[in-house]
Structure formats: C-alpha cells, structure tokens
C-alpha cells in the first residue's frame, strides 16, 4: 500500500513508513514497540528527544538496544516483531505460533 503522507505516533512508526511503503507487517512493528514499552517502560529511541533525531533514527533503520531480559522468548518474539527491515519480520500468523505466546 502506499499513502501519500506520514501519519501516526512516531515511537510506533515502523522504518518503511517514511519510504512511503506500509503494509501488515508495519504492524508487527507497532506491536513490538508496545511489547518492547510494557518490558522496558518506554519505547525503542526513548533516549531522542527531538523529533528530527527520533525520525532519522528509525528511517535510517538504527538498531535497537535490547537492555537483558530474563526470558529469552520474550526478547526473541521483540526483536523479531522490530526486525528494521520488513520482510524480515513475521507475520501475524507466525507470531500466534511462536513460543512465547
């Protein structure tokens, strides 16, 4: 799909929606960053504060930090739901069969 312009809150933006090109798995990103919020108590690029640096950050794809968690199926469903690169990310489908849910 594509849009003609760039709406929505920022912290849950996925990286291809600055290119324009959203779909399903923009998604899976979304959820990742709430699922990535309710471990961590703020979302990936919390520590940018300016709007034009948390922007570039996520459309130049820069990779989160993952602070250690205690269940590593927890932290794999995360960085799988933020892969920065779409096609790399599951889908909806994959994530029900994934262990952690």
Request: aromatic share 14%.
């Amino acid at each position: 799909m594509q849009v003609s312009m760039v709406r929505g809150t920022l912290d849950y933006m996925a990286p291809e929606v600055f290119a324009y090109q959203t779909g399903f798995k923009s998604d899976i990103w979304s959820a990742g960053v709430i699922l990535y919020e309710m471990t961590y108590g703020r979302p990936p690029y919390f520590d940018l504060i300016n709007r034009e640096q948390k922007v570039d950050a996520i459309a130049r794809m820069t990779p989160i930090i993952y602070p250690p968690v205690d269940d590593l199926y927890l932290l794999d469903i995360m960085q799988k739901c933020l892969a920065l690169s779409a096609r790399f990310r599951p889908t909806a489908y994959h994530l029900q069969e994934h262990p952690y849910t």
